[in-house]
């Protein structure tokens, strides 16, 4: 029977392998190497990529950083593509005095984006140097 390992388990898992690896390129790698380190302790645990992704984005020591495609189509986005949090337009003032908006950027993580460019493809898990 598959279990889920708790939200410790993880974020030490996360840690144990990005102080060996220091950066890794994508969630389905650091999933299957959490899952690969997990399963030491229960060969019964499972874990989605998605979910190490976000456990990742609570913890201090690990940088997550999002490799966006292009879309030709402007879109407005209301919640962060990364961890899902609030996103705030950026915008600056025109010659008319006018806010006109340039990018987004998130109020929780460090997704930033212009008009085009903002749908994540890829992501990079980095352990922070102290």
């Known amino acids: 029977m598959k279990k889920i390992p708790s939200k410790d388990k993880v974020s030490k898992a996360i840690k144990d392998i990005l102080s060996t690896h220091l950066k890794l390129e994508s969630q389905e790698d650091l999933a299957r190497h959490a899952v690969k380190l997990l399963k030491k302790e229960d060969k019964n645990y499972t874990l989605s990529p998605i979910r ?16 966006t495609k292009k879309t030709v189509k402007l879109q407005d986005i209301k919640n962060c593509p990364v961890c899902e949090s609030d996103i705030r337009p950026l915008t600056v003032k025109n010659l008319l005095n006018k806010n006109i908006a340039i990018g987004y950027r998130c109020t929780s993580c460090s997704y930033q984006s212009d008009l085009e460019a903002f749908m994540p493809m890829r ?3 980095i352990l922070k140097s102290h």
């Open 52 to 67: 190490v992704k976000r456990i990742a984005l609570d913890i201090p020591e690990i940088e997550v950083k999002a490799k």
């Open 123 to 125: 992501y990079i898990f």
